[in-house]
């Protein structure tokens, strides 16, 4: 070997293992590590290639409420993450597509905008391209691309505000999604909650209880170890213990979606027929000591968004406060792998610290964003053109004939 070329391999020996010890800490284990402090929301950050503009944020909203993009053009992303339920669905598990249900509780998408992983899993790291899994997934859009795409297309108010906001002659999907990525951004983004007005030095925004509830979430419940930061979250993956959901066991549709999600993400036999919980993060790693994991979510809109956890396997607050009191749970990979999260201890809280906790959480979630739903723009017949009948037209292509035309 070459000095030169020595040095090279050298080199990316180097950058491997610089990749790998990367990848451990993605996937942390849990150990105490060190925590940023609670801080206010920054301004919402924008992809350089997708732009924040007023039509954009419009045509994103009529998009995001409109069921033309989904398979059988019944269900909007609204319908799953309803304004007036939080910005999510408040039943435990989702509804789903027509006829099947979801197998996780549905997320609020207030705020998502500041998330680099998303779902449960965090197996999408933008709106952008977040968006397309929802209309797409089967349980959940189960939308054909060139179906969905046709349908905008035959909506003249969508061929209007699509060459308005894109400069493009005929609407298509890319634009959408980049559309209901920037509504959610920023129409979806709180502005000065109470938590960031008290953070900002306005001691007024929190009530006494609460201030005593923010002391010990930081302290002595130790919550900051994995909610922490602007968003309340280290977005790193643990099992915390919950039970598995009472409906894997007694509703047949919900065993279905879950046989059938864990078939589609290529379980090996062997786990597909033993495994009964959800294995929430091994679905992307493979890596047993990983089932279980789940993405900490962000709790700044969390008095809006019960029930909570990936399964909704809480309705309140107060529960929630009792399974960390109690130092987590146990369920099915926490007794085969031993992965449970070493943070969570018993916390020997009194009635009135529960009681401080629980009123922090509402606090802090401050006013709930209230939207109507907006009037989505009906489907069109195309415009006649002179000379051909509507047959004729369609038979040359009459997209074609009529951009050559200048007429689109
Ligand atoms: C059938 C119900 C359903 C529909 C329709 C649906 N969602 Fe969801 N959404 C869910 C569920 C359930 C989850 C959590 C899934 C998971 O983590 O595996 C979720 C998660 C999300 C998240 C992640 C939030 C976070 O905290 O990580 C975003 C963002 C989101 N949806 C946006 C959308 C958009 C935009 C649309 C329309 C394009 C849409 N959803 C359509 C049910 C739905
Ligand atoms: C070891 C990290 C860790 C610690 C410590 C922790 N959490 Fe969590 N929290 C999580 C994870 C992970 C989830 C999601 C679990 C799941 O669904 O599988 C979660 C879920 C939640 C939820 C539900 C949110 C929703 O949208 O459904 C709330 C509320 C919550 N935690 C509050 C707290 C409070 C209060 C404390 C302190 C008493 C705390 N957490 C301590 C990691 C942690």
Not at 115 to 124: D, N, P, R, V, Y
Request: glycine share 10%.
């Amino acid at each position: 070997m070459k000095p030169m070329e020595k040095i090279l391999r050298l080199l990316m020996l180097v950058a491997c293992a610089g990749l790998a010890a990367g990848a451990a800490n993605v996937l942390a284990k849990g150990d105490p590590d060190a925590d940023p402090p609670l801080a206010p929301l920054p301004e919402v950050p924008q992809p350089p290639d997708n732009r924040i503009t007023d039509a954009k944020v419009e045509l994103g909203k009529l998009l995001f409420f409109d069921p033309k993009l989904t398979g059988d053009a019944s269900l909007s992303c609204g319908d799953c993450h309803d304004p007036k339920q939080g910005w999510g669905f408040a039943d435990p598990i989702s509804r789903g597509y027509p006829g099947a249900v979801h197998w996780r509780n549905s997320q609020t998408v207030v705020n998502s905008g500041f998330l680099g992983k998303l779902f449960w899993q965090g197996s999408s790291n933008s709106l952008e391209r977040q968006a397309p899994t929802a209309n797409k997934g089967a349980v959940a859009g189960n939308g054909e691309n060139d179906v969905m795409e046709a349908r905008l297309r035959q909506t003249p108010e969508y061929i209007k505000r699509f060459k308005e906001v894109f400069g493009t002659s005929q609407p298509n999907l890319g634009h959408a999604w980049m559309a209901i990525a920037t509504f959610e951004r920023a129409a979806l983004t709180q502005k000065n909650s109470p938590l960031d007005r008290y953070l900002k030095g306005d001691k007024s925004a929190l009530s006494e209880q609460a201030v005593q509830g923010m002391k010990l979430f930081t302290g002595k419940a130790n919550c900051i170890e994995c909610h922490n930061g602007a968003m309340l979250t280290d977005e790193k993956y643990y099992n915390v213990g919950l039970p598995r959901p009472p409906e894997f066991e007694e509703s047949g549709m919900n065993q279905i979606t879950f046989r059938w999600e864990n078939y589609a993400k290529g379980v090996h036999e062997k786990k597909y027929r033993e495994w009964k919980d959800d294995a929430g993060l091994y679905y992307s790693t493979k890596r047993p000591q990983d089932a279980g994991k789940f993405r900490t979510p962000p709790l700044r809109y969390v008095a809006h968004t019960a029930p909570y956890m990936h399964a909704g396997q809480f309705f309140t607050l107060e529960e929630v406060i009792d399974f960390y009191d109690e130092g987590g749970g146990d369920n099915e990979f926490t007794e085969r792998y031993g992965n449970k999260t070493p943070v969570l201890k018993p916390l020997d809280l009194s009635d009135e610290e529960k009681e401080a906790l629980v009123a922090f959480l509402e606090e802090l979630s401050g006013e709930e964003i209230v939207m109507p739903i907006p009037k989505v723009p009906e489907y069109g017949v195309m415009p006649d053109v002179p000379g051909l009948t509507q047959a004729q037209a369609k038979r040359i292509g009459m997209e074609t004939y009529l951009m050559s035309t200048g007429q689109q």
